[in-house]
């Protein structure tokens, strides 16, 4: 098993199926996920300290509280029934916060952190707001919904997080692509981000696991990284630099995936390079056209 491949379950701490905290693993320092289980009625409290972090349901509703310098802030997220039917509303909380959680009815609740310096006030973002991106074409069309991207929402200091939705039999995260340094050209700029995915995947029509394969390659011999593994439903891969895609969704299951990203720039920016043996395929997209399962949802 790759110590960058955290299956289901195995970091586990009270309330939290997923625990993977900034600064808590070697080479990982900027980035962060809890993934929240709560029974109904249920509820958990956290501070945020010197990170900024997004509620992101993935099944459910909840209550959210956010005490900060300004007062108590209350957003109620109606949530979904699950990460493949809809976008979902989203609760900002800023640096030096504290932070509440409950749910009447009882779900899951994905908390994106990310280490922060300035402060920025608790928000709500509207599901109706979250702009829906169909990216690709063919069996590499995907749809990304960008609730905490550069652009959609900028009110925050370091984190950018988005979900994607990758058919069955699709591709994603094709070409592979790399951020694991700063380049300031402005012709080809690229920026220093670690990254965080964490996989739901669909089960099958009789209730069997579905699965999907991940994988994250070198671009630096002095920073060797090579994983290679199937993920399944709750299974998180963490990147601190390297190539990474494609990731397949096994036909049959469609693949979801939350990702989270930060890095040390002082400026919050998203620029990434193609691996130059795939970046042609992104010439394929157009006659390709959209898959029709994903057509007419952007």
Known sequence: MSELHIPAGSSAQGPYDTVIDPGEREDWAHTGLRVLALEPGGSAHLGTGRTEIMVVPL???????VTDRAGDHEFDLAGRSDVFSAATDVAYAGIESEL????????RFALAIAVATASHPAARIAAEDVPVE???GGSMTRKVRNFGTVGSFDDCDSLIACEVITPGGNWSSYPAHKHDTTVEDPEHPESDLEEIYYYEIQDAPDGGPGFGYHQTSSTDPERPIDTLVEVRAGDVVLVPHGWHGPCAAAPGHDMYYLNVMAGPAPQRAWNITDHPDQTWVRGTWEDAGPDPRLAGEA
Not at 100 to 107: K, L, M, T, Y
């Open 134 to 136: 169909i990216r690709g």
């Open 59 to 65: 099944s459910g509703s909840c209550h959210v509280r």
């Open 100 to 107: 509440a959680v409950s749910s009447s009815g009882g779900g």
